[in-house]
C-alpha cells in the first residue's frame, strides 16, 4: 500500500503502518551516524540534555556528500543501520518513532521497536542522488565537529521509503523470503 506521511510522525500514523507500505515522508526528520549516536549514548548516561526532542521525531542513518551549488545537501542515501542497534533502544524509550536506514535490525531494536510503536524505514540504498531531491533544506544543529557525521535538520517533501518493520513486529525482510521461498517452492514443486 502506498501512503503520504508527515513527519514528525504521529503514534496514530506508525501503528497504522504494516511491513511492505511505501511511504512518502513530508516534514521535518534528522540525521544522525555512528559518532552521532555514541556521542548521544554518552550524553543520556551522564544525564545531559540531547540536542534534540527525540518524541515522535525519524532518525535518517544518513551522511551527506557536499552540496551542489544552488542544492541543500548532495548524494543522501541511507547507511546500514545495524551500527546504531546498540544505542537505537535507548532512543526509542525517549519517544523516536522512526528510523530510516537499511538492511536487518537486532531483536533488541525490534522489541524496543514494538514496545514503543514505532516504526524502521528503508531508503533504497545507491540512490542516494535521487533521494536528495526530497530534501528541500539541511541544517546542522548539533555536534558540526563531526563533518558529514553532524545532527542535520533536514526538511522533506515525498521522501520515499519502505516500511521494513512495523510496530507488531512485522519483518518485512523475514516475510518477504518466506514469500518468495513459497513461491519458488510451488513454482518447482
Do not use: W
Not at 526528520?29 to 549516536?37: G, L, P, Q
Not at 518524541?55 to 545495524?82: C, F, K, L, Q, W
Request: hydrophobic fraction near 35%; charged fraction near 25%.
Amino acid at each position: 500500500m502506498e501512503k503520504h506521511i508527515s513527519v514528525p510522525l504521529s503514534e496514530e500514523d506508525a501503528g497504522s503502518l504494516r511491513a511492505g507500505d511505501y511511504v512518502y515522508l513530508t516534514g521535518t526528520i534528522y540525521t544522525a551516524r555512528d559518532a552521532a549516536h555514541k556521542r548521544m549514548y554518552e550524553a543520556l548516561g551522564r544525564g545531559d540534555k540531547l540536542p534534540m526532542d527525540m518524541a515522535d521525531n525519524v532518525i535518517y542513518y544518513m551522511g551527506p556528500s557536499p552540496a551542489r551549488e544552488g542544492r541543500p545537501i548532495g548524494s543522501a542515501g541511507p547507511t546500514t543501520a545495524s551500527r546504531m542497534d546498540k544505542y537505537t533502544p535507548a532512543l526509542l524509550d525517549l519517544g523516536l518513532k522512526g528510523m530510516i536506514g537499511k538492511g536487518k535490525r537486532t531483536k533488541e531494536v525490534r522489541d524496543a521497536i514494538v514496545r514503543n510503536k514505532a516504526v524502521y524505514f528503508a531508503a533504497v540504498g545507491g540512490a542516494g542522488a535521487l533521494l536528495s531531491r526530497s530534501i528541500t533544506s539541511s541544517e546542522v544543529i548539533a555536534y558540526e565537529d563531526l563533518g558529514t557525521e553532524a545532527i542535520r535538520r533536514l526538511t522533506v517533501e515525498n521522501f520515499p521509503v519502505i516500511v521494513v518493520m512495523d510496530s507488531q513486529g512485522n519483518n518485512l525482510y523475514e516475510t518477504a523470503i518466506a514469500d518468495y521461498c513459497e513461491e519458488d517452492g510451488a513454482e518447482n514443486g
